[in-house]
């Protein structure tokens, strides 16, 4: 200690000084650093069924949703991974759970709350028939016309944990911005509209190849300003995601705050 003081010093132990330099400088969860975690996970599309052989989606492969699963699972979190068929395995997780619409997918996720992280990394179609057919609908010759479907919209997943008013509202909440265009200024307002905590934002335009691709370059929103991460792996994307919720869970644990209560 300086100046003439003495006593305990706070230093912290030389061991967790020297993980936490190796988390700033290469972004890589510490193994246990999310231990006893609850995370819970969205991946992959949802199909929509227009009638028994087709579907409406999005287009997903579910890497970046595996791959953090994956990271999270690494890092010691207990991590409900819910997926829609995706065409990328599923990481190992504590709890797996297959879902195929997105009303289903809604289902999956009010079930396991309360968790204390959840990130939305699912491309939810947006829409669904009003009204499935239950054959195959059919086309010329037998039908005169082409079908009319009526959409309508489907749940938003994202939107209605992130404000939900009880103590199952997840202490982080973690959204997804796909776009094309205006890729930031979009964004921003997604992170607004939607009242999640953190945007990973990411331009999918098709020249980029990140769609179904094994890269991906992000940018992270928070409330307090915005980071833009390299072109990376997706792999690494996780791991430095990861990084940052293990950041934000020793600042809370350090100022005392809690997560959801206990299941
Ligand atoms: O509005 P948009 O689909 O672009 O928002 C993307 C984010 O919202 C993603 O995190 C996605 O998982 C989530 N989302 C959702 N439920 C929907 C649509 C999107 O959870 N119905």
């Excluded at 020297?18 to 199909?47: C, I, K, M, W």
């Excluded at 699963?69 to 990328?88: K, N, Q, W």
């Excluded at 079930?111 to 204390?116: E, M, N």
């Excluded at 938003?156 to 982080?172: F, W």
Aim: with cysteine; aromatic share 4%; net charge negative.
């Amino acid at each position: 200690m300086a100046c003439g003081e003495f006593g305990f010093g706070r230093m912290a132990e030389p061991e967790q000084l020297v993980q936490a330099v190796e988390t700033y400088f290469t972004n890589v969860p510490v193994a246990g650093s999310l231990d006893g975690l609850r995370v819970l996970v969205t991946s992959g599309p949802t199909h929509e069924p227009i009638d028994p052989v087709r579907y409406l989606a999005n287009r997903s492969s579910g890497r970046q949703g595996a791959a953090i699963g994956a990271a999270l699972t690494a890092a010691g979190a207990e991590v409900t991974f819910v997926t829609g068929p995706a065409e990328a395995p599923p990481p190992p997780a504590q709890r797996l759970v297959s879902v195929q619409t997105a009303r289903e997918m809604h289902d999956a996720v009010v079930a396991a709350l309360p968790v204390d992280v959840a990130i939305f990394a699912a491309a939810v179609a947006d829409w669904r028939v009003l009204t499935e057919m239950g054959g195959k609908i059919k086309k010329a010759p037998d039908m005169t016309a082409a079908p009319q479907l009526e959409l309508v919209e489907n749940p938003d997943i994202l939107a209605e944990i992130s404000q939900l008013e009880t103590d199952a509202r997840p202490s982080l909440v973690i959204g997804f911005a796909a776009e094309t265009d205006n890729v930031l200024d979009n964004a921003r307002a997604k992170l607004q509209r939607k009242r999640c905590d953190w945007l990973i934002a990411n331009d999918v335009s098709p020249e980029t190849g990140i769609m179904g691709g094994k890269e991906n370059q992000a940018t992270l929103l928070t409330s307090s300003g915005e980071e833009s991460w390299p072109r990376l792996d997706k792999d690494a994307v996780a791991a430095r995601l990861v990084a940052k919720i293990a950041e934000w869970r020793a600042l809370r644990t350090e100022k005392g705050e809690t997560y959801a209560p206990p299941r």
